[in-house]
């Protein structure tokens, strides 16, 4: 089925991201479901390139790619940009609980695709974080699993996941869909498992 996002992107960005693929040998797979809102998985993450590869395969899916970003960075003369860019600004103080802030925004809009790396840095870590889980969650919005595989030269969509609650069970399907796709630096690849507390945590309601 067809995505029914509107082009939120012109024409010229459609056929840049094809350009910047193009001439790095790399093309795509996949495509966006029906529907509006979606959390997209950003992985695996290793690399500064992973963003413009991520921008560029958006423009060529025509989708208006979101990611988050720290609210200090929007004040001055490039707040402008960041926000055409696809920036949402979030604030991280602890008198502020990020998942609503992102589920806030999903009820807010009519169109998002709020693109979430689940390792939250370019080096190795020992788990995933689970806040793109409970924001589809909460925001009852399907999670997409985006990826770039840096060996095929592919970056793509793959199928979508319905947020059970049962956080252990969904992200088993969610580590053998990316089982064997590597990052630009595999070496720094996060594993794709659970902390303690959200082993306890799960199933939820």
């Not at 413009?52 to 200090?72: D, E, I, N, Q």
Request: hydrophobic fraction near 40%.
């Amino acid at each position: 089925m067809e995505a029914v996002l509107s082009k939120t992107r012109s024409a010229w960005a459609h056929r840049l991201g094809h350009l910047f693929l193009g001439f790095f040998g790399w093309r795509t797979e996949g495509q966006l479901p029906e529907g509006r809102k979606f959390v997209i998985i950003a992985a695996p993450h290793t690399s500064n390139w992973d963003l413009p590869f991520m921008l560029a395969v958006s423009y060529v899916f025509g989708a208006r790619l979101s990611f988050l970003m720290k609210h200090t960075m929007f004040w001055g003369p490039f707040g402008p940009f960041f926000r055409w860019l696809g920036g949402i600004p979030v604030n991280r103080t602890a008198r502020h609980n990020l998942v609503q802030q992102c589920v806030d925004a999903f009820q807010q809009r009519e169109e998002l695709v709020l693109a979430i790396p689940p390792e939250g840095t370019r080096s190795k870590v020992r788990y995933w974080k689970t806040g793109f889980y409970w924001i589809a969650h909460e925001a009852k919005v399907p999670i997409l699993l985006g990826f770039l595989d840096y060996k095929r030269k592919v970056g793509g969509l793959g199928p979508a996941v319905m947020p059970t609650g049962d956080l252990k069970a969904d992200l088993e399907k969610i580590r053998e869909f990316y089982k064997g796709i590597p990052g630009k630096y595999p070496s720094q690849m996060g594993e794709i498992d659970l902390q303690e507390r959200d082993r306890a945590s799960t199933p939820r309601s």
